[in-house]
């Protein structure tokens, strides 16, 4: 597992969210030991705190890689949305769910559970309805809260 900092989190903003981002690094190194007995996610995984404008985290399966916006203090929803990408880094290292390209349509889809998914996403509505989305929405916070009770008194 790789986890850091950006170089614009930790040196852009005249070095502004520096240290909210060191702090957040070593909060998620800890969170993820943890993590890692609960979800089935790749070892060599890699987390980047970063500044970020649509979303809060991301997950790229192509290069097993995790987004998180650094515009959170280490709490519990920090937790949950580094839960919620790493289930989703579970589904793609599980093959439950996989990507696949529509030669006809051309663009990607996902086979989930065996299925394939129509993947024309057009409102937010459609895309939290998606099984894999429902499945990390489900369990985000159960996951952290678990975490959460164990670096509670460390980090509070
Ligand atoms: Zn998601």
Not at 34 to 61: Q, S
Not at 82 to 94: D, F, I, P, R
Not at 110 to 130: A, H, P, S, V
Request: glycine share 4%; proline share 4%; aromatic share 14%.
């Amino acid at each position: 597992m790789i986890i850091q900092g950006s170089k614009s989190a930790l040196q852009g903003y005249d070095g502004k969210y520096r240290q909210r981002t060191e702090r957040l690094v070593e909060f998620t190194k800890d969170a993820c030991k943890l993590y890692r007995e609960l979800l089935n996610f790749p070892d060599d995984v890699t987390i980047v705190i970063k500044p970020m404008k649509k979303f809060a985290g991301l997950y790229y399966e192509d290069k097993k890689k995790v987004d998180i916006s650094f515009k959170f203090n280490p709490n519990i929803p920090f937790l949950e949305i580094l839960a919620h990408e790493l289930v989703h880094a579970e589904q793609h290292h599980t093959s439950k769910i996989h990507p696949v390209w529509l030669e006809k349509k051309h663009a990607w889809a996902y086979y989930w559970d065996g299925k394939l998914w129509d993947n024309d996403i057009t409102d937010y509505q459609r895309y939290i309805n998606q099984p894999w989305e429902i499945e990390a929405f489900t369990r985000q916070s159960e996951l952290a809260l678990t975490v959460w009770e164990i670096l509670e008194a460390k980090y509070s």
